[in-house]
């Protein structure tokens, strides 16, 4: 059985005990429950609003984390006109506890 579930703007297809990062969602050991986007659970799929109403995905939030540094700089000749810029995204680690299909 797998769920695709959307948070932070992105789908991934989960099964139950994967681990993966996403964007930062909760306090670290913090349990939540997501409605996915689609469960298939051998023949049978669950794809439409009224089925997917009864599924939920568990999730356990394992740890916080900053993903790798990104680095920037942007200027503007003739002008001495120059910035430096850069980014750590926010990130968590978490792990599928359960899929219910309903």
Do not use: C
């Not at 695709?4 to 681990?19: D, F, L, N, P, S």
């Not at 930062?24 to 609003?49: C, F, H, K, Q």
């Not at 942007?74 to 599928?96: D, P, V």
């Amino acid at each position: 059985m797998y769920a695709v579930i959307k948070t932070g703007g992105r789908q991934y297809r989960v099964e139950e005990g994967q681990v993966l990062e996403v964007n930062r969602m909760g306090d670290e050991g913090a349990t939540e429950s997501l409605t996915p986007v689609l469960v298939v659970d051998g023949d049978n799929v669950l794809a439409t609003p009224d089925q997917l109403k009864k599924a939920s995905v568990g999730v356990k939030v394992l740890e916080d984390a900053k993903g790798k540094k990104i680095n920037g700089f942007t200027y503007k000749n003739k002008s001495n006109q120059r910035k430096r810029w850069g980014h750590r995204q926010s990130l968590s680690r978490i792990e599928i506890t359960s899929i219910k299909a309903g």
